[in-house]
């Protein structure tokens, strides 16, 4: 069988897809990545087939997260032509496959694509989309003033992210669907029909998110994926400092941008020197950082999650779900600066869980919330507590081997 795996996104959400296909490999299957060609030699090295998109990632999500409302709007304008482009080149690279594995969010794109080919799909999640009674998902909690019952809120809102989420990407879908593959307009009707009737897969811990009573019976949580990297070797340098003092705070926004980098750098050092923590900043995508860092603080390129997040007292990152799933991992409270996306739901619900505080949105963020935050998750006995406990229960699991065999089901 034939599998072609779509992840469109950033680091968080390639990784997981690639271990899915090396293992699907393991099974016997033929298996190819479709991904930004940023991504092609890290994929290649892995084993895995691939076939890469001309997409600018950082371009799209600078898109979305642009504060001034007219570049906003030139970009999004940019941002529409590209995504059709985009299409036309994932839509080329389905024809190879029998069964493409893809988000839920692309499915608007997609859908043509995957209609012409005639292929069968399963939507491999790294949020959730799928709405339910249970939790409000990827929209704002139901504000106290409201006099509807949760559940009622909860589901009708989960609807309407889907049909926002249609609203967005349908009309380049059907840009597609009409003027590169010669078919009819898709209507909300029949992509609300197709999105019940497709098989999904929440790659999530269920001690994060357990399985919603309301769901169909295809609809699954499986657990989280991880990508590893036992070869990896610590510079010397990093070492050095983790040895000479307490364990510091990680800070990173991973794929997210700033745009003062100078004024981000400042705020983060002032936080953890009110704090009085030491800390470990990660550049990134947002390029923090200085040339005269103080002591406590040492500013890092690189570093697999799955390494350096056990060696933390606590974490300060976006909000991702890849970097979310890695502090949980790892047993230590996060603090989660959310930006867009998927990002406020991840803060809203570490927090529920009593393994972090509540979300600081990167659009109020001050060095004294933020220095209040450290100090709260780091002295807070049960958050480091309850953290420790959802560590051991995830590490546990073996989600890896639940997808495969989830979608081994699916297909019969």
Not at 8 to 21: E, F, I, K, M, Y
Request: net charge neutral; charged share 15%; glycine share 8%.
């Amino acid at each position: 069988m034939r599998f072609v795996i779509i992840a469109t996104g950033s680091w968080g959400d390639v990784r997981p897809n690639v271990v899915l296909a090396h293992a699907l490999q393991q099974a016997g299957a033929s298996v190819v990545v479709v991904a930004a060609e940023v991504f092609r030699s890290w994929v290649e090295q892995r084993g895995v087939p691939f076939a890469g998109l001309s997409v600018n990632i950082q371009a799209m999500l600078d898109a979305q997260s642009d504060s001034n409302l007219l570049q906003m709007m030139r970009s999004l304008q940019k941002l529409t032509q590209a995504t059709v482009h985009m299409g036309k080149e994932i839509a080329d690279g389905i024809q190879a496959g029998d069964v493409v594995l893809l988000s839920e969010g692309m499915l608007p794109l997609l859908n043509g694509a995957l209609e012409n080919c005639r292929v069968r799909s399963i939507h491999i999640n790294l949020q959730p989309w799928v709405p339910t009674g249970e939790f409000i998902g990827m929209a704002p909690a139901k504000p106290a003033w409201l006099p509807a019952p949760e559940a009622s809120y909860n589901r009708w809102v989960g609807g309407m992210v889907r049909r926002s989420q249609w609203g967005v990407m349908g009309r380049n879908g059907n840009r597609l669907r009409t003027e590169y593959l010669g078919l009819p307009s898709q209507t909300w009707a029949r992509h609300r029909a197709a999105l019940d009737a497709t098989p999904s897969l929440l790659l999530v811990s269920p001690h994060v998110l357990p399985r919603p009573a309301d769901w169909l019976p295809h609809h699954r949580v499986t657990g989280y994926i991880f990508e590893d990297e036992p070869a990896w070797e610590p510079p010397h340098d990093l070492l050095t400092f983790l040895a000479n003092g307490s364990r510091p705070v990680y800070i990173g926004f991973g794929s997210m941008r700033e745009r003062n980098s100078q004024a981000a750098t400042q705020l983060l050092l002032t936080a953890a020197r009110q704090a009085g923590t030491r800390a470990i900043i990660l550049s990134g995508w947002a390029e923090i950082g200085a040339s005269d860092l103080p002591d406590n603080v040492f500013l890092l390129d690189y570093a697999p999650h799955s390494w350096l997040f056990p060696r933390r007292a606590a974490v300060v990152h976006h909000g991702g779900a890849g970097t979310t799933a890695a502090g949980l991992r790892a047993g230590v409270p996060s603090i989660i600066v959310p930006v867009l996306s998927d990002q406020p739901f991840w803060g809203r619900r570490l927090h529920d869980l009593g393994v972090g505080v509540e979300p600081l949105p990167r659009s109020a963020l001050t060095a004294d919330k933020l220095a209040s935050a450290i100090t709260e998750v780091v002295s807070n006995q049960t958050i480091q507590a309850k953290a420790a406990a959802l560590g051991v229960h995830i590490r546990s699991e073996d989600g890896l081997s639940n997808a495969v065999s989830a979608i081994q089901e699916c297909l019969g």
